[in-house]
């Protein structure tokens, strides 16, 4: 047998040829030593910073109870996970799974079995331009990225798109067919888009009207990343259904399904996964949740979260930026022109790990724990690149 390629590892994005080798609360460390400021936090997920002690101690006290007694059986942290998610949110019912993709994947099936049994067989769910759900075939077809809908043809059929924060377009884009309208609060990979005030509430009185459903697709906003427990009780309203992933296994693959008790239709056998509600998981889930579901730490994350802003005010002003976005601890800043992978590049050359998702876009997501200290560092490291970029 021959290998024609130099790595063993599929080549799927551009990386740093040092690992990182270990991490503690907003620090990273490479193979070589070298110490980095986190304020990227493996996108959102490590919500309590690297290897906290609450994690370290969930996954010890379960790793020596039980791993994984199949999802045939009840396991004791699932439940008590999906008894504190249902009694903290407006949810009645949950389904653990891996993933995000895979959480909005089992949204859409719950949104079109719903759409089968009691709406005449419509299966439509109406999205919208920018938006992210995943990277499965179904997620892929559903989010509104550039460029995605013609990577892996045939695409998925039963999604449409409207613009984000327009909710006459989505009012308009609903027919007999249409069995849901799936949103994220604030788009996260697009770039922190806001909608505008009153989006979400507009788009649950076009559902009301229409009779469909609202999916929250709370992968990114979720567990305390804008400064609420969910991002949806910032505006008002109920969704129907709701996903979370990311920051709820706070740096494990753990990933939920929610809905509210009319919607929960799914039948034996609509749904499941090898891995479903695994307890090494869901023992982090709540060790997490319990974590930053406390009324001080949330309060903390918009403290912190109005720090970082404020901060990021000040460099906007300073070097000719078009504008700093976002809630709590998912924040960004336009620089206006197009060098967030030089800025990013750069902030790594000094120990700081910074996000670019567009070209002329910084996103930060620090652990939602990240010390004023750290906000300040960070600051300053920011601060001493864009000046050193003005001069050229
Ligand atoms: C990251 C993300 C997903 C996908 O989650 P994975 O765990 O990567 O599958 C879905 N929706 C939103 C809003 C996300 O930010």
């Given amino acids: 047998m021959t290998t024609t390629s130099k790595q063993p590892l599929m080549d799927i994005t551009p990386r740093p040829a040092l690992p990182m080798v270990r991490g503690e609360g907003s620090r990273l460390w ?7 400021l986190d304020f990227v936090q493996g996108w959102a997920v490590n919500c309590l910073g690297h290897c906290p002690g609450v994690i370290r101690e969930a996954l010890a006290r379960q790793a020596a109870l039980q791993i994984s007694p ?21 949810f009645d019912q949950v389904f653990f799974c891996n993933s ?32 992210f759900h995943g990277r499965t075939l179904a997620t892929m077809a559903a989010s509104g990225k550039p460029g995605w809908d013609d990577i892996f043809p045939p695409r998925m059929e039963g999604f449409r798109k409207v613009p984000f924060g ?20 604030i788009q996260g990979e697009a770039g922190v888009v806001v909608p505008p005030v009153g989006y979400l509430a507009e788009l649950r009185a076009v559902c009301d009207r229409a009779g469909i459903l609202l999916i929250a697709d709370e992968v990114q906003t979720g567990v305390g990343r804008t400064g609420t ?8 309203i109920a969704p129907d259904i709701m996903t979370l992933g990311k920051g709820l296994g706070g740096g494990v693959p753990l ?43 949330l309060e903390g994350v918009r403290t912190r979260g109005a ?61 939602l724990n990240v010390s004023d200290a750290d906000i300040d560092r960070m600051l300053a490291v920011l601060d001493s690149v864009l000046a050193e970029l003005a001069t050229g």
């Fill in 100 to 131: 995000g993709a895979e959480a909005n994947e089992g949204a859409i099936k719950l949104a079109r079995k719903w759409g089968k049994l009691r709406r005449g067989g419509a299966f439509e769910v109406i999205t919208t331009l920018g938006a």
């Fill in 255 to 297: 990933a939920a399904l929610l809905a509210r008790e009319a919607v929960c239709c799914f039948e034996h056998g609509d749904q499941g996964g090898t891995y479903n509600g695994n307890p090494l998981m869901t023992a982090v889930g709540l060790a997490v949740l319990e974590t930053i579901a406390e009324p001080a730490f």
């Fill in 307 to 367: 720090r970082l802003a404020a901060g990021l005010e000040r460099l906007k002003l300073r070097h000719g930026a078009r504008e700093v976005r976002g809630s709590g601890l998912l924040l960004a800043l336009d620089l206006g022109r197009e060098v967030a992978p030089e800025v990013v590049r750069r902030c790594r050359d000094r120990g700081l790990l910074v996000n670019g998702p567009r070209p002329h876009l910084l996103r930060l997501m620090p652990a």
């Fill in 30 to 36: 490479d193979s070589e030593g070298t110490e980095y």
């Fill in 229 to 236: 427990l969910f991002a949806y009780q910032q505006a008002g």
């Fill in 166 to 185: 327009d909710a006459a377009a989505a009012a308009a884009a609903v027919t007999d067919r249409t069995a849901a309208i799936m949103v994220e609060p």
């Fill in 70 to 90: 199949s999802p045939a059986f009840h396991n004791a942290p699932q439940l008590a996970l999906a008894a504190a998610l249902v009694g903290r949110s407006v």
